[in-house]
């Protein structure tokens, strides 16, 4: 039977009946309070997880509802359906969107109140919890003609792991749940709802969040235990939130994703609703006019008519309304909820200004200065974090014009071979740390290089931009593989150190931070060959001459499953000018195989161990007989990639010649 919950504690009712539906390593606690009944348990991120979660939230409420405390509270089997239903819905959002374990909170609570109103008030509250903060809550609102089956309802019953049709999203938890919201944490994201029990229905305007969502700011009838609220929020607590908000947005390289985040950060802890604008940029100098990029509710039906209220009638500060200040409450109320209290905040970072923030809460009178102070902080981390988000992205796509400038536009196609090539530079790498190369060098002679150089960033571009240019040129002036390899070391002897000190300076300049200005980059690892293709009439096939200065060595597989390397190790290019390179010329007949890889192949970790200890390519390579190029290289690929769980922090780069 399949783990289904890891760990378990559930007040006013007994777990051990959940063993019998796959349930392990459960332990309970009861909690003996007449008028509070709580369940809690851990999920594991998969697609048994709906499923596991449905049985536990019914055998939960069966258990209270035949309790004699919560007899009268109202736990009908339409609230049990609904929360069945919503709780689904949830986990299968948090399998799906964030991909971690998951946890699992319920509980009854109730008014204390006595007599014939016993009993009534109670609400049932069910929190899912994910371990991913960043993330962004999933769920599309659905089409209204679409009678598809909800994604979360299917998750796990059907025995072959698949989650079913996706569409309705959150708007079921907005329909069904007197009122719902998401709170984020350091380390984890709480997407929570709450269903009345004493068979009332939930109210359609204003809110009622939990209070441990949310501390209450400032309610139009205010009294002392409010006052103190508001005290600790803008205290303690508004430290935590900042701190909070810090490390959420720290990292977040997309502008679109940190403006949802603020929104949901905000919403429902401090708001009912926010909206972010955001402000590029224009072509010609001067800020593009501000569109808005993000808005948000509490009540997901009602985003999309609080969206067309502010596109049609957005915020416009002058010059002399700085922080936060009031605003009019946007539009037609009737069409996202009643009037309230409205902030709006200019998002400036660095004296620019990048965008807007708006933020609403309903049945206020006013908001005091004490939250408008940490809106206004809030909104300075909100701008930073776009504007490192723009840096990050006009990094990254300067990265890849350079990476389009310094390889092939396309793969060459020497005749009797098949060829393919894989290519994955590291995460955030800047352009230039391996690079590739086929090419006719006349004579009916073709090339080919794989090379990598010592070090990453801009230097390392350098060197690159200086390598295989010189290397194609030597080849078509018909210098054999030997000296080619010979000239271009003596070049980037020569030549290297001063264009790379140049484009450290040039970089450095220009203030843009990249890792490793001033670093190695200065070294070669190349494998280059030679290939001339056989006369189909003599019988096809390719003879080929290679050489490796520095790099892995190339490795051949026979039709017959036997793998033995194809070159001898060399001296690295640019570390000494005075070097010869040897040779080596062999026969590559039908079916014959030559892999040529770089050290991110061969040095992938996995804790204390390289993908290469114990010759593991070639046990790898060895499995690949039968293959197409393709395959081998997407076989050889897909082992490097599952070697280790970690991400790969170097680039990776495989050559597969395939004599046919």
């Known amino acids: 039977m399949p783990e289904v919950v890891r760990e378990c504690t559930v007040g006013s ?14 332990s309970s606690r009861v909690d003996t309070a007449p008028k509070r009944a709580e369940a809690s348990t851990s999920l594991p991120g998969d697609a048994l997880a709906a499923a596991a979660a449905r049985r536990f939230v019914r055998t939960a409420l069966d258990q209270w509802a035949a309790g004699h405390s919560f007899a009268d509270a109202g736990l009908t089997e339409r609230v049990a359906a609904d929360a069945v239903l919503l709780v689904s ?16 909170h319920c509980r009854v609570e109730s008014a204390p109140a006595a007599g014939a109103d016993a009993g009534r008030g109670c609400h049932l509250v069910v929190e899912v919890t994910d371990r991913h903060a960043a993330r962004a809550v999933g769920g599309a609102a659905p089409d209204p003609d679409d009678d598809a089956v909800l994604d979360g309802g299917d998750s796990g019953d059907g025995g072959d792991g698949s989650y079913g049709r996706t569409g309705r999203g959150l708007r079921l938890v907005a329909e069904l749940a007197e009122s ?19 068979g009332s229905d939930r109210a359609d305007d204003g809110l009622d969040l939990l209070p441990s969502a949310r501390p209450s700011i400032v309610p139009q009838s205010r009294g002392a235990a409010a006052e103190r609220a508001d005290v600790r929020w803008t205290g303690q607590s508004a430290f935590s939130f900042l701190a909070e908000t810090s490390d959420i947005l720290a990292g977040q390289f997309d502008e679109e994703m940190v403006a949802s985040l603020a929104t949901q950060l905000l919403v429902p802890r ?12 224009a072509a010609g100098g001067g800020m593009a006019r501000a569109r808005l990029a993000q808005v948000w509710h509490t009540k997901e039906n009602r985003i999309e008519p609080l969206r ?10 002058s010059d002399g309304q700085r922080g936060a200040v009031p605003w009019k409450w946007p539009g037609e109320p009737a069409a996202y909820g009643p009037g309230g209290a409205t902030l709006a905040c200019r998002l400036v970072a660095g004296g620019r200004e990048v965008g807007l923030l708006l933020l609403g809460r309903v049945g206020l009178v006013g908001i005091p200065g004490e939250v408008a102070g940490l809106v206004e902080d809030f909104a300075r981390r909100v701008a930073h974090a776009v504007l490192a988000a ?23 196609r020497p005749p009797g071979l098949d060829t393919a090539i894989v290519y994955e530079p590291s995460d955030g790498a800047w352009a230039g740390g391996d690079f590739y190369d086929i090419f006719p060098a006349g004579d009916r002679r073709w090339c080919f290089a794989l090379g990598d150089v010592c070090g990453n960033g801009p230097e390392a571009a350098v060197v690159t931009g200086l390598a295989r240019p010189v290397l194609r040129l030597l080849a078509r002036e018909g210098y054999a593989v030997g ?6 070391n003596r070049t980037l002897a020569e030549e290297a150190v001063e264009a790379v000190e140049a484009a450290a300076a040039a970089v450095s300049a220009a203030g843009v931070p990249v890792a490793g200005i001033g670093g190695g980059g200065k070294f070669l690892s190349l494998l280059c060959g030679e290939l001339v293709p056989y006369p189909e009439a003599e019988g096809g096939g390719v003879r080929c001459t290679l050489a490796s200065a520095g790099h892995p060595l190339p490795l051949i597989l026979r039709p017959d499953g036997s793998v033995r390397a194809a070159a001898k190790p060399q001296m690295l290019l640019g570390v000494m000018e005075d070097v010869e390179y040897e040779c080596e010329s062999f026969d590559l007949a039908p079916g014959d195989t030559l892999l040529c890889v770089t050290d991110g192949v061969t040095e992938r970790r996995s804790g204390s161990r390289l993908f290469d200890d114990g010759d593991g390519l070639s046990a790898v390579l060895a499995t ?9 290289a997407e076989r050889v690929r897909r082992a490097v990639d599952e070697f280790a769980a970690s991400p790969p922090d170097d680039d990776l780069a495989m050559l597969v010649l395939q004599a046919r």
């Open 624 to 632: 690949c007989a039968g293959l197409t190029a393709a395959g081998v």
């Open 390 to 412: 723009r840096q990050y992205t006009r990094q990254a796509t300067i990265s890849q014009v350079l990476q389009r400038g310094l390889l092939p536009s396309g793969i060459a």
């Open 13 to 26: 009712f007994s777990a051990a009946q959940e063993a019998s539906e796959g349930a392990v390593g459960e």
């Open 270 to 281: 401090l708001a009912d609703w926010s909206a972010v604008w955001l402000r590029s940029e």
């Open 180 to 198: 719902w919201g998401v709170t984020y944490r350091r380390v984890s994201k709480t997407v929570w709802f709450r269903l009345v029990l004493d």
């Open 308 to 317: 067309r209220a502010l596109e049609k009638d957005p915020p416009v500060l």
């Open 483 to 488: 000296e080619v390899l010979g000239r271009l």
């Open 89 to 104: 819905e949830l986990v299968t959002n948090a399998v799906v969107h964030a991909g971690t374990d998951v946890g699992l």
